[in-house]
């Protein structure tokens, strides 16, 4: 290769390393400003995550208060829900960057193929942290707040409490108490466990569909090895899910549903990979004629 070569071929990968450094710092500067953009609402942002447990300590009758157990804990707990929230603001930016970066270099075809799982992705990572905020969250904070409640709830099973006389009321405000004083950060920390957990999980028609473009997965090998992703979703919800089994049943019925859709999905993509190959003559229908054969002989052969 001679020198000139050397430098045509250089330059180009210059071009695309400015243009990637650019992308990068608008979005890096798009997050910052859409950071800054929050902080001044993560106090409401709070309140909103907190209220299911806020909804379950009302029923309860106790008092829906959060504390902190360090002076700078409310602050970096806004910090980080500005880092969270201020980030998923400006994700429609920062991904029109990266789309923008990634395009000019695939054909037509592709950026057409590639363009709806990127609008899709957002949504239904939306709809997991939908779905983790109004079903799960609130049966995960009464499964755990319930345990406050554990030796008054002994007792009455034992019936042990049904008398109201002085002293048996005496006996029982001696008793263990047990209260949730609510930690900012604790709770904090579990909430977007939660959220970003199932947006994650909400994923998976997206990343099999995308693995059936590339031909890297098939609806039948998805089905044949439908037995192992039910241990896999299992073992997941009970990763992600607290002790409850009404909680891990929920998420398993969910993702297994996902799973389906996926399989779905990547046999509408197989189909008109399909059609596509056909029409340009590069798919063979031979192979298939071959099959049907087969299988007409062995029928054949169990009639005689």
Known sequence: MSDTDVDDSTAPLIEHLTELRTRII??????????????????????????????????????????????QDAFFAYVKIAVLFGFALTSPYIGTQLWRFVAPGLYKEERGAFLPFIIASPLLFIAGGAFA??????????????????????????GIGEDTSPEAIEAADSGLRIFYFGSIKEYLALAIKFIVAFGICFQLPVLLTLMGK???????????????AVVAILVLAAIVTPPDVITQGILFVVVYGLYEISIILVKMVEKKREERLRAEGYYDDEEDDEEVDTVMTDSDKDDN
Do not use: W
Request: charged share 15%; hydrophobic share 55%; glycine share 8%.
């Open 26 to 71: 608008r979005s890096v500067f798009a997050f910052l400003i859409g950071m800054i953009i929050c902080f001044p609402f993560a106090e409401q942002i709070l309140s909103f995550l907190a209220e299911p447990m806020a909804d379950i300590m009302r029923a309860r009758g106790e008092d829906a208060q959060l504390f902190f157990d360090a002076p």
């Open 133 to 158: 905020y109004y079903v799960v969250m609130p049966l995960a904070m009464n499964f755990f707040l319930g345990f406050g409640n554990v030796i008054p709830m002994i007792s009455s099973l034992l």
């Open 214 to 228: 590339a031909g890297l997965v098939s609806a039948k090998g998805l089905g044949e090895v439908r037995k192992y």
